[in-house]
């Protein structure tokens, strides 16, 4: 056995089976390689636009968040206002109210008053018609009762 020729055969068998191996075997593994690095790209790249894109949202959020904090401000503001506004109108409406009722219980008054002096008169009249009645021992006929009694109460 001549150890050449055995080496070289093995070599030659060798370069056959690599150069199969680089036309038949390798490109498709290259092939899965590349689309598997494309894909391992691709899928960094994505998370990269994810977390640019989640900082912008997170960003947006508390923009709109501080936005609906102020608008909440101002509308509490505004109910404050208009609750102040609406003790005030009530107050009004009250001490309006309150005018009114003492007006016309002064009125009430002043009226009830005139009818007790109207009454008074019209008893002190009578009183003094009796007392006259008695002094003078006769009765008055009615018209000129009257006449007295207008004369006295308009006297007094």
Avoid: H
């Amino acid at each position: 056995m001549n150890l050449n020729a055995t080496v070289l055969g093995q070599s030659i068998a060798f370069l056959l089976f690599a150069y199969f191996c680089m036309k038949v075997v390798w490109p498709p593994i290259v092939a899965a390689l590349e689309e598997r690095k494309k894909k391992i790209a691709d899928g960094l790249e994505a998370a990269s636009r994810a977390q640019l894109d989640l900082a912008a949202a997170q960003e947006k959020a508390g923009e709109d968040r501080e936005i609906a904090k102020q608008e909440a401000a101002e509308i509490v503001e505004q109910a404050k206002r208009r609750a102040n506004q609406i003790v005030d109108e009530a107050k009004e409406q009250a001490r309006t109210e309150g005018q009114r009722i003492i007006s016309a219980a002064e009125a009430e008054v002043e009226q009830q008053t005139n009818k007790a002096k109207e009454a008074l008169r019209a008893q002190v009249a009578s009183i003094a018609i009796a007392g006259a009645e008695k002094i003078l021992q006769r009765s008055i006929d009615e018209a000129a009762n009257e006449e007295l009694l207008k004369s006295l109460a308009s006297d007094l």
